[in-house]
């Protein structure tokens, strides 16, 4: 059933503001005429808006608001990143089902999207908040053949995806603040925490959630984050379509992620180190045991940040909170 649905919402992307006859639709899917007609009627009770004409058949001029699996799929140009789907209206976190997917050996670019969660998480146990219908909180699973040292790399990686695909909505430009943080005026609209499951010193899955938001306004966040955080809607002025950001994150980190595994990490680092804020400035690195105050000089091939103290000593940082 869901693999014809998909079939029928390929087709109309396809088709784009063509109509597409009854009997082409039938032809395409194998079922009778009115199986198609039934199939309509469905996509219609679950929020499309199509029109029919007589003569030359249907076509599609409104997806649903809410955000749907089909929505995304609906003219997603990836070759694997987003074409598992999970979607879910409610979960304690995205990446813990997504955890559990990836035991269970899902297709690499299986995606756990949520309309909301109720225990969504930052690193080292940190709260996120990700409320209802407003923000893009999901779960990407990838395999990349790379030893364990080198998966920073992808959550680096993601920024730079998920930076553009800000840019290609909303004309906004983005920064990046190590290792994770992405920023509008100084206010975090996106958080990234990437996980992974290892064998040894080989990488099994990377678990790589994105935490965005979209539509929120000023008056949705809590007390505490007032100040830090923001939204694409508050600094564009407009309500955003979720699952077309959607769909250009998608893109996005498919393009990256094959150049990275064509050509390495080192385009991947240029176009990082074009949107990070931090570099050549003067930050404090709160690490879990220690605070070292430098100069940042920029990140190795690794990922890892440089930070030269004022005796001109070199630090290493693996991860950290950055205070500018
Ligand atoms: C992060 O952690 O920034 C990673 C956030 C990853 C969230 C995604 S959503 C999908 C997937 N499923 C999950 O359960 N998580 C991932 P960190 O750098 O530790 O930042 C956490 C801090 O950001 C918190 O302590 C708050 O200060 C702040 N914060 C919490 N919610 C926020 C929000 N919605 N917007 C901006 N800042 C927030």
New binding site residues.
């Given amino acids: 059933q869901s693999e014809l649905r998909k079939e029928l919402l390929d087709a109309f992307t396809n088709a784009g503001d063509s109509f597409l006859s009854g009997q082409y639709i039938a032809d395409l899917i194998g079922c009778s005429r009115t199986a198609v007609w039934k199939h309509i009627e469905e996509l219609r009770r679950e929020g499309f808006e199509l029109e029919a004409v007589r003569r030359k058949g249907y076509r599609i001029i409104r997806t649903p608001e809410k955000l749907t699996a089909d929505e995304i799929r609906l003219g997603l140009k990836t070759k694997f990143i987003g074409k598992n789907i999970f979607y879910e209206e409610s979960v304690e976190?995205?990446?813990k089902i997504a955890h559990q997917l990836a035991y269970e050996n899902v297709p690499e670019g299986t995606v756990v999207i949520a309309e909301e969660?109720i225990s969504?998480?930052?690193?080292?146990d940190?709260?996120?908040?990700?409320p209802k219908y407003t923000g893009i909180?999901?779960?990407l699973i990838l395999r990349p053949q790379i030893p364990l040292t080198k998966a920073p790399q992808l959550t680096l990686l993601t920024a730079v995806a998920v930076v553009q695909a800000i840019e290609e909505m909303t004309g906004l430009i983005p920064e990046i603040k190590w290792p994770?943080?992405i920023l509008i005026n100084g206010k975090?609209v996106t958080?990234?925490?990437t996980e992974l499951h290892a064998e040894a010193d080989r990488i099994h899955s990377t678990i790589i959630?994105?935490?965005m938001?979209v539509n929120q306004k000023q008056e949705d966040f809590p007390n505490e984050?007032q100040t830090?955080?923001t939204s694409l809607f508050i600094e564009k002025g407009e309500v955003i379509t979720r699952a077309n950001l959607i769909k250009h994150i998608f893109a996005n980190i498919e393009k990256l992620y094959f150049l990275y595994l064509d050509e390495g990490f080192f385009p991947i680092k240029l176009l990082w180190e074009s949107y990070a804020i931090s570099i050549g400035k003067q930050i404090r690195a709160r690490t879990l045991t220690t605070t070292i105050e430098g100069k940042a000089l920029g990140i190795t091939d690794e990922g890892v940040l440089q930070l030269e103290d004022q005796h001109g000593k070199i630090h290493s940082i693996y991860s950290a909170d950055i205070e500018l």
């Fill in positions: 976190s995205t990446q969660q969504g998480r930052g690193r080292m940190r709260k996120w908040h990700s909180w999901m779960s994770n943080d975090k958080g990234i925490l959630g994105i935490g938001n984050l830090i955080a």
